[in-house]
């Protein structure tokens, strides 16, 4: 769990027992089953790959979200504008899982017809890892490419209010026999949530990962929480992160920035934006030259010379699907405040939680 404190009190929990546990949960709070159980499973592949920062942590804050918090359990999205490539999609204030995955499929099954398509979306809420909206291009031969604004959390470079989101980039690319390249990043040193891990653990946090209020980086995680996010290669971060959040949001009309709400006070429901595209790789070029290609590119990437011993080299997704392949296998690792989070939500709303 590369990125992450050593968790000190772990129990392995078998991934489709997680599912079928946190499905009932998000059904109780008045969710049709299907979008339960995608909301689910969303949550649930973010810790099979490791990135327990966008999985069942946010159990207990996404059922606030349905019941307490302005987000509809019954928001359907819909196509509000269509012109050829390009598809806008109001999410209906559904949870934004809902919306994203509805648009990442409307983006391929208009791809398969055009080539390249273009899903914007608007009237959503905070949709998790955007990698598991990237990586359903996968089976189809395309490249997935997602983006999301996201509450504010750094300042522009050199400044201290906190009105950028660290706005988060995902592109996922189809190869042969390899495993695909899958990135998914955010343009800060570390995520909101990444950082709460650190702050259930009470563990210090990397120097370059936060700054305190005043502007000063800190390894204390709850300054951090206070303070702002470090962004990435400093003003290039900063830069990357305004121009992701304005693609994702201006081209369907959602908000941006402040206009999301904010840390303290929380969003403002249905406000967030996302944007989606699918190309199919066989409208540029034969699938068996393209695939041969990405397969020798990972492998080169892979079997390049570590700058120390007993490091792994990986392309961008190597090491989420390694930990996918062996958490599988053996249960997710999840530590007790977090399963005691899922507990909690299961027992106020009735429903099992075997674990």
């Not at 928001?75 to 598809?87: E, I, T």
């Not at 608007?122 to 395309?142: E, F, I, K, V």
């Not at 470079?157 to 189809?174: F, H, Q, T």
């Not at 392309?315 to 062996?326: K, N, T, V």
Request: aromatic residues 6%; hydrophobic residues 45%.
């Amino acid at each position: 769990m590369a990125g992450y404190p050593e968790l000190e009190t772990v129990h392995r929990v078998d991934s489709q027992v997680l599912t079928a546990a946190v499905t009932r949960i998000f059904a109780a709070c008045g969710m049709p089953h299907d979008d339960a159980l995608l909301l689910a499973d969303s949550l649930v592949w973010a810790d099979l790959r490791g990135i327990h920062s966008h999985g069942v942590l946010r159990v207990p804050e996404y059922v606030l979200k349905l019941t307490r918090d302005g987000v509809n359990p019954q928001g359907r999205p819909a196509v509000v504008r269509d012109s050829g490539a390009a598809l806008v999609i109001d999410g209906g204030n559904s949870m934004g899982q809902i919306g994203a995955a509805f648009a990442m499929r409307a983006a391929i099954e208009r791809a398969r017809g055009v080539n390249v398509a273009v899903a914007a979306v608007r009237g959503s809420n905070h949709c998790g890892a955007m990698a598991y909206y990237t990586s359903m291009a996968l089976p189809h031969r395309m490249f997935g490419i997602a983006a999301t604004n996201a509450l504010p959390t750094m300042a522009p470079w050199g400044g201290l209010d906190k009105i950028v989101g660290i706005n988060p980039l995902a592109v996922s690319i189809p190869a042969g026999r390899e495993q695909p390249v899958v990135l998914d990043c955010a343009f800060s040193g570390s995520s909101h949530g990444k950082i709460r891990v650190f702050h259930q653990l009470g563990q210090p946090i990397p120097p370059q990962w936060a700054f305190d209020r005043t502007g000063r980086p800190t390894t204390d995680p709850a300054a951090a929480i206070e303070g702002l996010l470090q962004p990435i290669g400093e003003y290039k971060g900063v830069g990357l992160a305004i121009v992701f959040g304005l693609l994702s949001t201006l081209l369907s009309g959602a908000a941006y920035g402040t206009g999301l709400g904010n840390m303290v006070d929380g969003p403002r429901p249905g406000a967030d934006g996302h944007i989606f595209l699918a190309l199919r790789v066989e409208a540029f070029t034969a699938w068996d030259a393209f695939a041969e290609s990405i397969d020798a590119a990972v492998r080169q990437i892979r079997q390049s010379r570590p700058a120390m011993e007993n490091t792994v080299i990986h392309a961008p997704g190597g090491i989420e699907a390694d930990l996918e392949s062996r958490y599988r296998n053996d249960g997710i690792p999840l530590n007790e405040l977090t399963l005691s989070g899922l507990r909690q939500c299961a027992a106020a709303r009735g429903v099992e939680a075997p674990f």
